[in-house]
């Protein structure tokens, strides 16, 4: 029996407190684990049926969702593998904002099935030109199974159809209410050309009170509480924005004011007071109606505000006064005083309006081509419930953009995926060598998807899946389409094309190619080296005195 020498850990190589993996034991199959163990957490969450995670932050704030982005925003992921996946998927929500649950669901399930091949005997090496094969072969097949396409930008069924099926995802039940809603918006903003669609011009304004059935569209914009002073409403107005407080200014240095009887005090406020005044005085002269201000306005400002009849509105939010500025085409200014003609803006109406019980200032511009803004509002019982549903009404806003860059459709519920596992399948059979057992684990990794659908609905994934096969594989492509039915009405298979469930072609190519790069990735890693983590030992917590309770 061969002596077995134990194997030394980089001796005086690196500084204490230096943590190492290494092989394929130790790094590979840890990152797998790690990997799946995420990609596990966020399984749960997939289609219509998907449950929500009850996640608390750590500055104790609370989220209930399914949505994949929000949830691995919110958890504090260490492990260097697994924060690849999250890189992954964050990327996919930047740029399309929408699948980000596909990327982390597939990059898991592409290293479970390597881990299998490496269990086997095969070295990473070989899998990883599989997988890059079988990623450019699923990538070009996928041209081919577009189904359908957004038409015309600018028709609501059309983009209906788009949207449809991912509010579905977030929102199940409210799909038809939230597409609507969703779809009017756009239309209010979308362009000439609609590759010029801009997603920051629809914006969310959350009221609480009443139920979902009660969110509206609203063409302006659309702030969350109401104007200053008593003016409460100003039409064809003049407006003038500013991020410095309206108040007596304090200078940059302190000085001393000498006072030495009642007459020189009485002087010193007078020609405070009347700076102040000559300001607004110029203001209101330059026909200026409507104030909107970054920070406080004091109530030296309000008065003479008020004396000239101007509307002030109070906006905390810079990103808020930006959109501001873009909708009635203003300059934000940084100094009080009164704006050249070039830096006012103009608003045909600005109003206050009650919503539930909040009252809410409306900044409404009249013709169609001026306002290139619109807020939909959203009502509902609990804070939760309306961010859940901004994220869904976030996601279908998302997908109209990716139509204006590509308008294909792919057929949803699963059915893309069990095609791209039918037809990977064949290109295996036909490849020579070890590549073809890589190829065939990526075909059977895509089976997860509908897979996961089937489970998520509580129903059975074996049965359900071994007739989705069935009608893949039948002659012609007559089954290119057949997805799981989640709502089981026959057989728990449907025609996803004809169900009118449709997927962004772009999102869904993008999603394959960042999780089989993120798979080959954490492949090409046979070495972790972790140096110790920064900063000393903490400090004891401080004991309270022993007899306080």
Same mark, same amino acid.
């Given at each position: 029996?061969?002596?077995?020498? /134990?194997?030394?850990?980089?001796?005086?190589?690196?500084?204490?407190?230096?943590?190492?993996?290494?092989?394929?034991?130790?790094?590979?199959?840890?990152?797998? &684990?790690?990997?799946?163990?995420?990609?596990?957490?966020?399984?749960?969450?997939?289609?219509?049926?998907?449950?929500?995670?009850?996640?608390?932050?750590?500055?104790?704030?609370?989220?209930?969702?399914?949505?994949?982005?929000?949830?691995?925003?919110?958890?504090?992921?260490?492990? /260097?593998?697994?924060?690849?996946?999250?890189?992954?998927?964050?990327?996919?929500?930047?740029?399309?904002?929408?699948?980000?649950?596909?990327?982390?669901?597939?990059?898991?399930?592409?290293?479970?099935?390597?881990?299998?091949?490496?269990?086997?005997?095969?070295?990473?090496?070989?899998?990883?030109?599989?997988?890059?094969?079988?990623?450019?072969?699923?990538?070009?097949?996928?041209?081919?199974?577009?189904?359908?396409?957004?038409?015309?930008?600018?028709?609501?069924?059309?983009?209906?159809?788009?949207?449809?099926?991912?509010?579905?995802?977030?929102?199940?039940? @409210?799909?038809?209410?939230?597409?609507?809603?969703?779809?009017?918006?756009?239309?209010?903003?979308?362009?000439?050309?609609?590759?010029?669609?801009?997603?920051?011009?629809?914006?969310?304004?959350?009221?609480?009170?009443?139920?979902?059935?009660?969110?509206?569209?609203?063409?302006?914009?659309?702030?969350?509480?109401?104007?200053?002073?008593?003016?409460?409403?100003?039409?064809?107005?003049?407006?003038?924005?500013?991020?410095?407080?309206?108040?007596?200014?304090?200078?940059?240095?302190?000085?001393?004011?000498?006072?030495? !009887?009642?007459?020189?005090?009485?002087?010193?406020?007078?020609?405070?007071?009347?700076?102040?005044?000559?300001?607004?005085?110029?203001?209101?002269?330059?026909?200026?109606?409507?104030?909107?201000?970054?920070?406080?306005?004091? &109530?030296?400002?309000?008065?003479?505000? !008020?004396?000239?009849?101007?509307?002030?509105?109070?906006?905390?939010?810079?990103?808020?006064? %930006?959109?501001?500025?873009?909708?009635?085409?203003?300059?934000?200014?940084?100094?009080?005083?009164?704006?050249?003609? &070039?830096?006012?803006?103009?608003?045909?109406?600005?109003?206050?309006?009650?919503?539930?019980?909040? %009252?809410?200032?409306?900044?409404?511009?009249?013709?169609?081509?001026?306002?290139?803004?619109?807020?939909?509002?959203?009502?509902?019982?609990?804070?939760? @419930?309306?961010?859940?549903?901004?994220?869904?009404?976030?996601?279908?806003?998302?997908?109209?953009?990716?139509?204006?860059?590509?308008?294909?459709?792919?057929?949803?519920?699963?059915?893309?995926?069990?095609?791209?596992?039918?037809?990977?399948?064949?290109?295996?059979?036909?490849?020579?060598?070890? !590549?073809?057992?890589?190829?065939?684990?990526?075909?059977?990794?895509?089976?997860?998807?509908?897979?996961?659908?089937?489970?998520?609905?509580?129903?059975?994934?074996?049965?359900?899946?071994?007739?989705?096969?069935?009608? @893949?594989?039948?002659?012609?492509?007559?089954?290119?389409?057949?997805?799981?039915?989640?709502?089981?009405?026959?057989?728990?298979?449907?025609?996803?094309?004809?169900?009118?469930?449709?997927?962004?072609?772009?999102?869904?190519?993008?999603?394959?190619?960042?999780?089989?790069?993120?798979?080959?990735?954490?492949?090409?890693?046979?070495?972790?080296?972790?140096?110790?983590?920064?900063?000393?030992?903490?400090?004891?917590?401080?004991?309270?005195?022993?007899?306080?309770?």
């Amino acid at each position: 029996m061969s002596l077995k020498i /134990p194997r030394g850990t980089l001796p005086q190589l690196f500084k204490e407190g230096y943590k190492f993996q290494q092989g394929v034991d130790e790094a590979v199959l840890r990152n797998i &684990e790690a990997t799946h163990e995420l990609a596990e957490t966020v399984r749960t969450s997939m289609g219509p049926n998907g449950r929500n995670k009850m996640i608390i932050n750590h500055l104790e704030k609370l989220f209930v969702t399914n949505d994949a982005a929000t949830i691995i925003r919110e958890l504090e992921v260490v492990h /260097p593998a697994a924060k690849l996946l999250v890189m992954a998927s964050q990327q996919q929500e930047s740029e399309l904002g929408d699948n980000t649950n596909l990327v982390i669901i597939l990059a898991g399930e592409l290293l479970k099935k390597a881990e299998n091949l490496l269990r086997l005997g095969l070295h990473p090496s070989e899998i990883i030109q599989g997988y890059e094969l079988a990623r450019d072969r699923a990538l070009e097949i996928l041209q081919d199974l577009s189904v359908a396409k957004v038409e015309d930008l600018t028709s609501a069924d059309e983009l209906r159809k788009n949207v449809k099926a991912a509010i579905g995802s977030k929102q199940y039940g @409210h799909e038809d209410l939230l597409s609507d809603l969703v779809v009017q918006a756009a239309q209010n903003v979308m362009p000439k050309n609609p590759t010029d669609f801009n997603v920051d011009n629809i914006r969310v304004v959350k009221v609480m009170g009443s139920s979902i059935y009660e969110s509206s569209v609203v063409r302006g914009m659309v702030f969350g509480r109401e104007p200053e002073g008593p003016v409460q409403s100003a039409t064809k107005a003049k407006v003038a924005v500013f991020t410095c407080p309206l108040d007596i200014t304090q200078t940059e240095t302190k000085g001393t004011v000498l006072i030495h !009887n009642a007459q020189e005090m009485l002087n010193f406020s007078k020609d405070e007071e009347k700076h102040m005044e000559k300001i607004f005085q110029e203001l209101a002269d330059a026909g200026v109606k409507v104030v909107v201000t970054g920070a406080g306005v004091g &109530e030296l400002a309000q008065h003479y505000l !008020n004396r000239f009849g101007m509307l002030t509105v109070k906006v905390l939010s810079k990103f808020d006064i %930006r959109r501001l500025c873009r909708v009635v085409g203003a300059t934000a200014l940084a100094r009080l005083g009164a704006p050249m003609a &070039e830096e006012m803006g103009y608003c045909d109406v600005v109003e206050t309006v009650e919503i539930g019980s909040d %009252r809410v200032t409306v900044f409404r511009q009249e013709e169609q081509d001026r306002s290139r803004t619109t807020t939909v509002i959203i009502r509902g019982a609990t804070q939760n @419930h309306m961010d859940d549903i901004e994220r869904a009404i976030d996601d279908g806003v998302n997908v109209i953009k990716a139509a204006t860059r590509d308008p294909r459709l792919l057929p949803g519920a699963g059915a893309v995926e069990m095609e791209l596992n039918k037809r990977l399948q064949i290109v295996a059979s036909k490849t020579p060598g070890l !590549n073809q057992h890589s190829i065939k684990k990526f075909a059977e990794a895509m089976e997860v998807i509908p897979r996961t659908l089937c489970e998520n609905a509580g129903m059975d994934a074996t049965a359900v899946l071994s007739r989705l096969y069935a009608a @893949h594989y039948q002659e012609g492509d007559s089954g290119i389409s057949t997805g799981v039915d989640v709502e089981e009405n026959t057989d728990g298979t449907l025609d996803a094309a004809k169900a009118g469930i449709f997927d962004s072609f772009p999102a869904k190519q993008l999603a394959i190619k960042l999780a089989a790069d993120t798979a080959i990735t954490i492949l090409r890693v046979d070495q972790i080296i972790m140096s110790k983590p920064a900063g000393g030992p903490k400090p004891p917590k401080q004991q309270g005195h022993w007899d306080q309770d």
